[in-house]
């Protein structure tokens, strides 16, 4: 009769102890906050013209990188991207710029902020722009 009990009780003891080691050692996260300065949402922007990409992004966890996509709304094609690693700041600066060039009709493009944490956690923030030639 012992040993039909002793068994699952150790099962339940191994489980129970192997549950909670990774998340007694990671600390809360709370997301990273994205702010944009510019582009603000709706404004007009010629080919031949600079687009600027202007904010801050702070996360309690440390940066790892921070990343801009420009991408065309409709068909979702990549016109411009950047990657930087931002070297596990709590608070990081980006100025991103982009010569806009081989826009041929009006296009709706939608400009994303993509933080990464020093724990791999991603947020993102976009604003909606439109490109025109």
């Not at 921070?66 to 709590?90: D, M």
């Amino acid at each position: 009769m012992r040993k039909g009990f002793l068994l699952p009780a150790l099962l339940l003891l191994l489980l129970c102890c192997g549950c909670n080691k990774d998340e007694e050692n990671t600390p809360p996260d709370m997301a990273s906050v994205i702010t944009f300065t510019t582009p603000t949402a709706g404004t007009i922007f010629l080919n031949g013209t600079q687009l600027q990409v202007t904010g801050t992004v702070t996360d309690d966890q440390a940066l790892s990188a921070v990343k801009v996509e420009i991408r065309n709304a409709s068909n979702g094609t990549i016109l411009f991207q950047q990657n930087n690693p931002t070297g596990n700041v709590i608070f990081y600066g980006f100025t991103w710029n982009w010569n806009i060039t081989g826009i041929t009709a009006q296009t709706n493009a939608i400009v994303k902020v993509i933080a990464t944490d020093r724990y791999n956690y991603q947020v993102s923030k976009e604003v909606a722009v439109v490109l025109i030639d």
